[in-house]
Every structure is written in structure tokens, then in C-alpha cells.
């Protein structure tokens, strides 16, 4: 926990009242290196990119600024902690409060000056103009019905923007978080395919094992997996409430008589309270529908998404699930490795064919 002053100090100079914050002087006396003084940050003025550690530039000072305004307006800095959490969380994906009664000029430039990217806060100099024109000039907007309802409008167009922009920014975490999860994902899968083939190949030496293929004679073993930075939306498996971060397809193919046996692998919380982890699911479809969109090949993988969260879920479909959701990773591991050793001998004995029983009982392979 960071050691800070969070109060910013007020002190008479040069015959004006002047704002300025000593909470940081002690440690850039104390600090040795760059990094000490990064964590050297006053919590309810610290613009988003010192939270994140990133380099500081003038636009950080305006929003310094902005929040002093904040406080001098409204009796409080725009974001309240108590923790640094709490701080560094509202900093980062929180839109400052609506100030009202206010002058809508300094309240829209506010507004700007706290805008989350620093890129597109206003520079010091478009500040001071805007300062010197709405203090300096006094122009009295109730003058002027044009004025006002233009600086009312825009007000609200800023507002618009601060939200547009913290909607923006939950977005990009969002997608960061996600992207790092199915990095993980997918390393995982990695080591349960190699697992899988090296225990296949202890028992089937002349076997060729190449780029998750694993080939011998009458019997081909496939798993096709997106790159490890590839993930899936959140909101992809709306239907069925899945919240599924990667995927991959596994398949055993029988060359003489051809019959192909495959399914999807997720990596997915099938409901909010559980874990995420990699779950097997094969798919069928639907009796009684039309023949032309029928399968030649029973259970399948699906490559569609959409079809797959609407198999999942109650809506009438094409297609349902013929076999899961069942986990393949930690202590189901094992599982998944006879099932696919099952159906690779099988495809290898020309005896792959279509199940008995549809959807596919839970004992099947045991």
C-alpha cells in the first residue's frame, strides 16, 4: 500500500491564493531510480497512465488540474477511495460525476481534461485560453440565449463523451483479459495433445506424430487450435450462457471405410459459478429434420458459433449435443485420453462407425 498524502496544499503568494501538492516531496528526496519514483502518486489526483505505471506527460498535469477543479466546485476530488484500489479503479474505468449549476464552459472543459487517454485531453495552453475566457472576460451567458444554449449543449455532449469513453476503456480490458486467458488456454490444451500422443505412441512406436497430427495406416488423429492469441467475444455464446474464452476441434478419421468421429473443445465457465476449464461437446442433428442439412457423420464438431451456442441453449435448432459437456483437463484428464485412444483403435480396426445410441451415453467409452 502506497504511503501517500492525499489532500493537496494551499498556501498565499505573489498576493494570490496558489494550489500545490508536497504529498511527493519526501520521496523524490528519498528516490534512487525511476521506478521508486513511479509509485510516488497523490491517489484522488493521479491520472489513469499513473496507475498503469506509464510514462507521464503534460497531459497527466491537466488532469491534475481537472480534478483540483472538481474539488473546487464541488467540495471533493472526482474519484473518492478510501482504498488505493478503490482509487485506481475509479481513476482507471469510473466517469467523473455530473457537475450541475455550473458554468457549462467549465464544466465540459473539466470533463475534457479528464478524459482517461491522455492523447485527447486538451493541451495547457487551449486550457489557459479557455480559463482566461471564462474568468477574464466575464461573459454572462444569460446575455446571450445563443451562448448558453450552446454551452449547455455542449456540456452534455462531453458528458456523452466521458461515458463513451469509459465504455471504450472496460471494452480494451476486457479484451486484454480475455486475450490472457486463452493464451493460458491454450498452452494448457497443448500439453494435454501432447500427453495424449505420447501416451499413444509409447504403445504405437511405427505411429508419426507431427504438428498435433498423429497418423498410422487407417487412422489419422487431428486437433486443430486457433493461434494462442485468438479468443472468443464474451457475449458469443449469448443464448446459451456459456461464457467460453477459446476453442479447438479434435477429430479421429477412418480412411477405409471413411467415417470421421470429431468434437469441440471450450475452454468455459458453462454457468457463472463454475470454474473455467477445457469441456469436450459433440453435436448432432436435430431427428426429424430436413435431410439436406443432415450429416453424413455422427457426432461432429461445429465451426459455426452461433450454431453451437443455440445447440446449447433451449431454442429449437438444427442442431444439439450429443455428447457433454464433459471437462478434459486436471482430474478428467485420464478420461479424455481413453476416449480418444478408444476411437483411434477402433478407426484402426475399420470398425468407426456411427454410435448406437444418439445422444451418446455418459458409459459409452467405459
Known sequence: MLNVEIRPHKFFHEGK???SDFGIA???????????????????????????????????????????????LIGSPPFIGPSIEDYRNRHLNEKPPTINNHNPVLVNLLSMMLRKNQEVRPSASRV??????????YINLSDR??????????????????????????????????????VEAYSILGELIQNLHEGMLDVLPNAKSVDNILTLENAQLVVFMCSHGDFIPSNAFSKSGWDVVAGAIISVT????QYIWSSNLWFMKPDPSSDYRWYEVSYMDLPGFGS??????????????????????????????????RPIDQVDSEDFYNRWEVLF??????????????????????
Open 145 to 182: 440565449s445563443g451562448l448558453n444554449k450552446l454551452a449547455d449543449a455542449g456540456a452534455r455532449v462531453a458528458k456523452r463523451e466521458a461515458e463513451r469513453e469509459v465504455l471504450i476503456k472496460q471494452d480494451q480490458e476486457l479484451i486484454q483479459t480475455r486475450r490472457k486467458i486463452a
Open 128 to 137: 489557459k485560453h479557455i480559463l482566461e475566457k471564462t474568468v477574464n472576460t
Open 26 to 72: 519526501r520521496f523524490v528526496e528519498q528516490a534512487t531510480s525511476l521506478n521508486t519514483l513511479k509509485s510516488c502518486l497523490t491517489p484522488p489526483y493521479a491520472a489513469p497512465e499513473q496507475w498503469e505505471l506509464k510514462r507521464s506527460t503534460n497531459s497527466t498535469d491537466i488532469y491534475a488540474l481537472g480534478c483540483i477543479g472538481y474539488t473546487l
Open 17 to 19: 491564493w496558489k494550489v
Open 345 to 366: 483403435a477402433n478407426a484402426l480396426n475399420r470398425r468407426l462407425t456411427h454410435p448406437t445410441r444418439m445422444p451418446i451415453p455418459k458409459n459409452y467409452f467405459d
Open 254 to 257: 477412418q480412411i477405409q471405410p
Open 292 to 325: 439436406e442439412c443432415r450429416h453424413q457423420h455422427e457426432p461432429f464438431a461445429i465451426d459455426n458459433i452461433e450454431d453451437a451456442d443455440y445447440a446449447a441453449s433451449n431454442f429449437m435448432h438444427i442442431y444439439q449435443i450429443a455428447w457433454g459437456p
